[in-house]
């Protein structure tokens, strides 16, 4: 298996003639991951993921965030085991018009086959579609999968991103197919959960995702290879703080160790309720410890 970072118009991958299955693919969901399979089943294996440095609505709108980072994105990947794994610097790529990309799927991504999801566009202004790919590459050579449904409707990034935002844990969860999670460094924050008798780890999440509706959640703690019940924040923490900067902070359950600096990760079980400014530290508190009995009793 060959990965190719910020792979770039002059460049070219070291392989024969592959099916390509191409895309976004922000979050690998259900819908994705059946694109990966019908390639590997019409390829008998010799298929290659190719995708993008930056997620293109990302990319054109500041306001978003990706689901997964680049390297959770390539361990989905690699789960699939293509020949190829292919991130297009998408600053490169998108100036293009859609016959010169498609010169570049054939020449420099050998693709001699492609696996597309219907609604795919490419090229500069997204002019190209697969009607402009069958055109090139021939009616045979383009497989188009129809529309991935669960419930009847289609698995899309922005139904997932819409659960996101509702804080609807277990909807995101059936789209996507896994658990939400997320991993960072623990950093040293005020201290007030410790001043409280409720210390919380900060965390610094590694890169730039999506992250839930703010609010509380039960969580479940990956560290040093054990497993621990939290309860985690995600907000501004309106009560105590103006500052706007969002703040991911994991109260871990019957647990007390310096982790500061340390790596640990998180997989969201719940949602348990929205932040709140409280009208004082007293009632933060109060509501902090029914949240944690609510979890220690429910999960």
Not at 45 to 60: A, D, R, S, Y
Not at 94 to 116: G, R, Y
Not at 191 to 207: D, F, M, R, W, Y
Not at 291 to 297: A, P, S, V
Request: glycine fraction near 6%; proline fraction near 2%.
């Amino acid at each position: 298996m060959n990965i190719y970072k910020d792979f770039k118009q002059g460049d070219s991958v070291d392989s024969q003639s592959l099916v390509t299955s191409i895309g976004a693919f922000d979050g690998v969901h259900l819908g994705h991951k059946a694109l990966f399979e019908e390639a590997f089943k019409v390829s008998a294996g010799e298929f290659q993921i190719v995708t993008f440095n930056q997620i293109p609505k990302v990319f054109f709108n500041s306001s978003l965030d990706p689901l997964l980072d680049q390297e959770e994105r390539t361990k989905m990947f690699e789960q699939l085991n293509p020949k190829n794994i292919v991130f297009l610097d998408f600053r490169s790529v998108n100036t293009m018009d859609a016959s010169d990309f498609c010169d570049f799927l054939k020449n420099n991504l050998q693709t001699e086959k492609l696996v597309i999801g219907k609604d795919f566009k490419f090229g500069n202004q997204r002019v190209g579609d697969v009607n402009t790919l069958i055109g090139y590459f021939g009616v045979d050579n383009v497989i188009l999968l129809d529309d991935f449904l669960i419930d009847a409707e289609k698995v899309s990034t922005t139904k997932i991103r819409l659960s996101y935002a509702q804080g609807d844990i277990k909807q995101a969860e059936k789209l996507l197919g896994r658990k939400i999670s997320y991993k960072g460094i623990v950093s040293k924050g005020k201290q007030l959960g410790t001043s409280i008798g409720v210390p919380t780890a900060n965390i610094a999440i590694k890169e730039n995702v999506q992250m839930p509706r703010f609010g509380v959640y039960a969580v479940n703690v990956y560290l040093d290879n054990k497993t621990y019940l939290g309860c985690l924040n995600i907000g501004n923490n309106p009560t105590i703080d103006d500052d706007i900067t969002v703040k991911t902070e994991i109260h871990i359950l019957d647990f007390n160790d310096n982790i500061y600096d340390q790596e640990l990760s998180f997989e969201l079980i719940d949602f348990i309720r929205d932040e709140h400014k409280f009208e004082s530290l007293d009632a933060l508190k109060a509501q902090i410890y029914e949240d944690i009995e609510k979890i220690k009793n429910n999960f």
